[in-house]
């Protein structure tokens, strides 16, 4: 147990030595060495660079507070210059069309199509309509966005006697409440419209005749 006990005293003597041999050695150093070290340490450092610094971009909700409502406002204008699509959908429109309504949609590129509306989703520039008639005795439904450039027109050809309590028909698809075709219907409204628009070109026509006839007598 005494070298044990006396190895701590050693270790001591050992730190005590090296700091004096430090001590010395420093003491020993030229002066040169010291004022070299004295003048890199007093020599004025250069100035820093600037760091270039850039103004923050002006906010977004500053330019425009709601983007989405401006996109939809400037695509609808494109979309829908008259508006009459717009206020056939309105909510706020007494004569909005209204789901259980007979329904004929125009078609720049391909035949027209019509049938009952089963549901009106409105979402902005994606409104569309669900259409369900018969092509050759089977029930088709077909999905049309209302402010589709190749949507030329909505009609509405026949409205529902009863406002319908519900907001999606789908129960028509069962054979009990499926109106089946509406080809009768569609030709009845068509032939109405004939009707109104040859009766303005008759009494045009005669009138012609009539100033005609004058100049020869």
Same mark, same amino acid.
């Given at each position: 147990?005494?070298?044990?006990?006396?190895?701590?005293?050693?270790?001591? %003597?050992?730190?005590?030595?090296? @700091?004096?041999?430090?001590?010395?050695?420093?003491?020993?150093?030229?002066?040169?060495?010291?004022? &070299?070290? %004295?003048?890199?340490?007093?020599?004025? #450092?250069?100035?820093?660079?600037?760091?270039?610094?850039?103004?923050?971009?002006?906010?977004?909700?500053?330019?425009?507070?709601?983007?989405?409502?401006? %996109?939809?406002?400037? +695509?609808?204008?494109?979309?829908?210059?008259?508006?009459?699509?717009? $206020?056939?959908? &309105?909510? /706020? !429109?007494?004569?909005?069309?209204?789901?259980?309504?007979?329904?004929?949609?125009?078609?720049?590129?391909?035949?027209?199509?019509?049938?009952?509306?089963? !549901?009106?989703?409105?979402?902005?520039?994606?409104?569309?309509?669900?259409? #369900?008639? +018969?092509?050759?005795?089977?029930?088709?439904?077909?999905?049309?966005?209302?402010?589709?450039? !190749?949507?030329?027109?909505?009609?509405?050809? +026949?409205? $529902?006697?009863? #406002?319908?309590?519900?907001? #999606?028909?789908?129960?028509?698809?069962?054979?009990?409440?499926?109106?089946?075709?509406?080809?009768?219907?569609?030709? @009845?409204? +068509?032939?109405?419209?004939?009707? %109104?628009?040859?009766?303005? &070109?008759? &009494?045009?026509?005669?009138?012609?005749? !009539?100033?005609? /006839?004058?100049? $020869?007598?």
């Amino acid at each position: 147990m005494r070298p044990l006990a006396r190895l701590k005293p050693l270790l001591r %003597l050992s730190r005590a030595c090296k @700091q004096h041999q430090r001590f010395l050695s420093t003491t020993t150093e030229p002066a040169n060495a010291w004022t &070299s070290t %004295l003048a890199a340490l007093t020599k004025p #450092r250069k100035p820093a660079k600037e760091i270039p610094t850039f103004k923050p971009p002006p906010s977004a909700r500053q330019i425009c507070a709601d983007p989405i409502a401006a %996109l939809t406002a400037s +695509q609808l204008t494109q979309l829908d210059p008259t508006g009459a699509r717009t $206020r056939l959908f &309105s909510r /706020k !429109n007494p004569e909005v069309a209204r789901v259980g309504d007979v329904l004929l949609v125009r078609l720049k590129n391909g035949d027209p199509f019509a049938g009952v509306c089963l !549901n009106i989703r409105r979402r902005g520039i994606d409104t569309g309509i669900l259409l #369900r008639g +018969q092509l050759t005795r089977v029930g088709v439904e077909m999905w049309y966005k209302v402010y589709s450039p !190749n949507v030329e027109g909505i009609e509405v050809v +026949q409205r $529902r006697e009863k #406002r319908a309590r519900r907001a #999606r028909l789908y129960y028509m698809r069962m054979p009990k409440h499926d109106m089946g075709s509406v080809e009768n219907i569609v030709r @009845q409204y +068509q032939r109405k419209r004939a009707a %109104l628009g040859t009766g303005g &070109s008759k &009494s045009k026509d005669s009138a012609k005749k !009539n100033n005609t /006839k004058r100049g $020869r007598k």
